[in-house]
C-alpha cells in the first residue's frame, strides 16, 4: 500500500511538473512569435498639394507616392495610413511621433543623414534646366551662358545652379519666383529662358501638355529619394528592414517602372549611369 501511494505521488510530480514545463515552452513559443512578427501598420506624412507626388484632389489621396504605398503595402501585409499636410509640416510629424517616415519625394542628404536613418532608395530624380522644345541646340548646362534661368524659392536645384554657373564661369541672369506656378507664366511669356525644375515635376508637366518643354541633357545634379525614419527606435528599425525589402523586389519586377511610366513617362527607379548624387 505504501508502495502504491509512493508511485501516485511520484506520478503526481511529474504531471505537475510536466505541465508547468509544458506551460513555459507555450509562453516561450508565444513570446518569440510576438518578438518576430512584423509591424502590423505605418503611418506615412505626405504632401496635400505636392503634384504630382503626392496631392489631395476633390478629397481623393493621388500623386505616384500613393500608388508607391500601395505597392509596399501589398509586398508587405503592412497597412498604410496616411496624414498629409504642406511640405513643411511633414518632418514635424515624424519628429513628433504622428508618423512613422515621409513619403513626398525626399531628397537624401548629409544633414538629414546626421538625424534620420534612410531606406533604400526608391529613385534617383536629376534637377535639370528646362528650355522651349524648339531650343534642341541646348544640350549642356553651358550652353544657356547669356541668357536669363528662373528658379522657385527654395529649389535645391536652384541654389546648387547658382555654384555651378560660378564655378564654370557660366554667364547667365538668374530670378527667382515665389511660385512655379509664377516660374511657368514666366515661361511661357518669354520673360526667362530657361528654367531650373526637378525631373520629375517637368516630365509630369511636359507629358500632359501643362508645359511646351524639353530638358537639356545634362544633369545640374541628381538626387537620391528616400524614406527616413527615426533613429535608435525598434519599430523604426522593423519598418524601415520591412519598406527596404519591399523597394528591392519592386525594383527587380518593375513595380516601380510601371508607376514611374505613368505619372512620368520616364523611368526613374535605377541609378542614372556615371551620375553624380548629390548629397
Known amino acids: 500500500m505504501k508502495n502504491i501511494k509512493k508511485i501516485l505521488s511520484f ?8 505541465g508547468m514545463t ?8 508565444s513570446q518569440k512569435k510576438e518578438e518576430t512578427k512584423g509591424p502590423a501598420k505605418i503611418i506615412v506624412a505626405s504632401g496635400s498639394s505636392s503634384v504630382p507626388n503626392s496631392y489631395v484632389e476633390n478629397g481623393v489621396h493621388k500623386g505616384h507616392e500613393v500608388d508607391i504605398w500601395n505597392a509596399i503595402s501589398a509586398k508587405t501585409g503592412i497597412k498604410v495610413e496616411f496624414v498629409t499636410g504642406d511640405f513643411d509640416t511633414l518632418f514635424g510629424y515624424l519628429d513628433s511621433g504622428k508618423a512613422d517616415t515621409v513619403g513626398n519625394t525626399i531628397t537624401i542628404n548629409a544633414k538629414r543623414q546626421a538625424k534620420y536613418d534612410f531606406s533604400e532608395p526608391y529613385a534617383y530624380i536629376p534637377e535639370k534646366l528646362v528650355v522651349h522644345s524648339d531650343k534642341t541646340n541646348i544640350k549642356k548646362l553651358k550652353d544657356i551662358s547669356g541668357m536669363t534661368c528662373g528658379f522657385s524659392s527654395g529649389s535645391n536645384g536652384g541654389n546648387l545652379f547658382q555654384q555651378i554657373a560660378k564655378e564654370q564661369g557660366i554667364n547667365i541672369k538668374l530670378v527667382t519666383y515665389d511660385s512655379s506656378d509664377l516660374l511657368n507664366e514666366a515661361f511661357r511669356q518669354g520673360k526667362v529662358d530657361a528654367m531650373i525644375y526637378s525631373a520629375g515635376e517637368v516630365a ?7 508645359l511646351d518643354a524639353r530638358m537639356v541633357e545634362e544633369d545640374v545634379t541628381v538626387g537620391a529619394k528616400a524614406y527616413p525614419f527615426v533613429k535608435g527606435n525598434a519599430n523604426s528599425e522593423k519598418l524601415n528592414k520591412a519598406v527596404t525589402k519591399a523597394i528591392q523586389e519592386m525594383k527587380k519586377d518593375g513595380t516601380l517602372t510601371k508607376i514611374y ?3 512620368y513617362g520616364m523611368d526613374f527607379s535605377e541609378k542614372p549611369k556615371d551620375a553624380k548624387i548629390a548629397n
Do not use: E, L, P
Not at 506520478?11 to 510536466?18: E, G, L, N, P, R
Open 261 to 263: 511610366q505613368k505619372w
Open 22 to 29: 509544458a506551460c513555459g515552452s507555450t509562453k516561450n513559443d
Open 11 to 18: 506520478a503526481v510530480c511529474a504531471c505537475m511538473i510536466f
Open 204 to 210: 509630369y508637366k511636359i507629358k500632359n501638355h501643362i
